[in-house]
């Protein structure tokens, strides 16, 4: 008979006795595996992946597939088909436990971070979106969850308003969503819904066939108001808006990669009315039919294209946005607004943000690019000169998320302890920038808490919003950047050793003290370093230090301040 002794203890040595008072080990593997498994899935998420690091057998138990089914049934009961992926069990529990929304308002005296109602129909959270008065969430299963603002008791009898507190199922079966491209959500009137419905078949049969269709509600009631059918035959993935109101386009985005387009008056929704519209191939895919578009993006007057090959194709509508984006109104047809630009970049891009007048770009090595309008310095370029061409942000890198608004920018990036943390720049005005009332022209860190599992952001007028979601399938895209690519580092040549300057550190300290030594005075020299600490790669702790440090220095300084050193120094 072979003994086995618990893993953590390891085997006892032969013929030795066992200490006085504590008798014979047992061993856990003496259990069986269903009870150690379904004595496991009590434990909270976070304590079993903690104790599937311990050792090699509670790694293979606290990975089975068993514990994590019973661990989704416990989050969410309601749930009976895992999803898809390798591993759908444990994705599924993940993407359950992690879900949230969270949201700061910028206005009023609570300035915290609050989180809303979590749907427990949810199945994880995908994307969201907040219009005039409400929220929209849509879970991995296609369903789509209208999160409403109410009036609500609070513990001490009072009467609140509180964002997010309620929730409805709006439709099932939806694929994506989109409302008015534009940063206010005030003009946020109606939600457009791409989802699938079942439709009959031929006369006289039974048999029916799924075809994706379009359908309008309003954001308001969730009343729908519109709905528009395709053939069976035309599938789509995205759709996004663009336009005035009166002329409204519908870009939908299909499995293959080509982009249909059609117009609708929004201003007619609500009436009670059947007519047709026209389904067209947009000019992209037409004058360029090799190309395959992963992904679409949109505001009020222009759209960005990015293929299935990393390059970025421009549509930009009006003369005045083209000119702050490019500089110039050169090569601007009014007569032909359809015609794609291709933008030049050294890299594929991966994904982008664009805001009203300004854009942002991330590419496969996790660098980014920020092209448009600098007027507040929204770029986070350190200074407020309009940039006609992509320009790289060289302080920044490897971002989980990027927003461009209306004048400012944000992104949300993760240290090297894998907390988060949210940078910004541009306008401040309204509180938009948390403790940078007066805003920056280069990235600095805000004073906002962030979730552990945040993964996309959207900042309205009122508030910022952050979703919190783990999906273990979707794992980082980034790659390493080659040394004859990293800025400031020489090309390689013949009996050269390794890079004298990595990825431009010391380039960009010499910048750093250029800036600090052209501050005016010494509190002016004091707040430049306190952004030049949020752009450096530290870690949290070590941010958090030096910005302390540098309060502590300012405040003996007394205010007082100090001239500019003499040349000769």
Not at 129 to 141: G, N, Q, R, S
Not at 276 to 302: D, I
Request: hydrophobic share 35%; net charge positive; with cysteine.
């Amino acid at each position: 008979m072979v003994k086995r002794s618990c893993p953590s203890c390891g085997p006892s040595e032969p013929g030795g006795e066992e200490k006085k008072g504590r008798g014979n080990p047992v061993s856990v593997q003496l259990f069986p595996p269903e009870l150690v498994e379904h004595i496991i899935s009590f434990l909270p998420v976070r304590d079993v992946v903690a104790l599937g690091q311990t050792c090699h057998y509670f790694h293979q138990v606290c990975d089975a597939e068993s514990v994590w089914r019973r661990i989704c049934h416990r989050l969410s009961p309601r749930l009976r088909e895992q999803g898809s992926g390798v591993r759908p069990w444990k994705r599924a529990a993940i993407l359950n436990y992690t879900k949230g929304l969270y949201f700061q308002a910028f206005g009023g005296r609570r300035r915290c971070l609050s989180k809303s109602v979590a749907p427990q129909l949810a199945h994880g959270y995908r994307r969201f979106l907040p219009t005039k008065d409400h929220v929209f969430i849509l879970d991995y299963a296609g369903t789509l969850f209208f999160l409403k603002n109410a009036l609500v008791s609070s513990t001490l009898g009072q009467i609140q308003w509180k964002r997010a507190c309620r929730y409805v199922v709006l439709c099932r079966g939806a694929k994506d969503f989109a409302s008015d491209p534009r940063c206010d959500t005030v003009y946020r009137k109606y939600l457009y819904v791409l989802a699938t419905r079942e439709q009959p078949g031929v006369v006289g049969t039974t048999s029916s066939r799924a075809c994706d269709c379009v359908e309008v509600y309003l954001q308001s009631s969730g009343q729908r108001v519109f709905k528009m059918t395709f053939h069976h035959s035309m599938s789509f993935k995205q759709i996004v808006l663009v336009g005035q109101e009166t002329q409204r386009a519908l870009l939908l985005l299909t499995e293959e990669g080509k982009i249909y387009s059609l117009v609708v008056n929004e201003t007619q929704l609500d009436q009670p009315r059947s007519y047709t519209v026209q389904l067209a191939l947009r000019k992209v895919s037409r004058c360029l039919p090799h190309l395959r578009v992963a992904c679409m993006a949109s505001n009020q007057s222009s759209t960005l294209y990015i293929t299935d090959q990393g390059g970025v194709y421009f549509e930009v509508h009006t003369p005045g946005v083209y000119r702050d984006l490019f500089g110039t109104l050169q090569a601007f047809d009014p007569l032909d607004q359809q015609m794609p630009l291709a933008l030049s970049l050294p890299a594929k891009i991966l994904f982008c943000a664009l805001g009203y007048n300004h854009l942002g770009l991330v590419d496969e090595f996790g660098r980014i690019f920020m092209q448009g309008n600098n007027r507040y310095g929204q770029l986070g370029t350190g200074d407020k000169m309009d940039r006609g061409e992509p320009t790289q942000v060289h302080y920044l890198q490897r971002p989980i998320a990027l927003w461009c608004g209306l004048n400012h920018s944000l992104v949300l990036s993760q240290g090297s302890d894998f907390s988060k943390e949210l940078l910004g720049c541009g306008c401040g005005a309204g509180g938009r920038l948390p403790g940078w009332p007066k805003g920056s022209a280069s990235f600095v860190k805000l004073h906002i808490k962030v979730p552990l599992c945040a993964c996309s952001l959207c900042s309205t007028r009122e508030c910022l919003y952050m979703l919190s979601s783990h999906d273990i399938e979707h794992h980082p895209a980034y790659r390493d950047l080659p040394a004859s690519k990293a800025v400031g580092t020489p090309e390689p040549s013949l009996g050269a050793g390794a890079p004298q300057d990595p990825g431009g550190v010391a380039w960009a300290c010499e910048e750093y003290l250029s800036q600090i030594h052209n501050c005016p005075t010494l509190q002016d020299r004091m707040e430049k370093m306190k952004e030049i600490v949020g752009w450096m790669p530290l870690m949290a702790a070590q941010k958090d230090f030096f910005w302390e440090a540098l309060d502590m220095l300012q405040r003996a300084a007394g205010g007082a301040g100090q001239g500019p050193p003499p040349p000769e120094s």
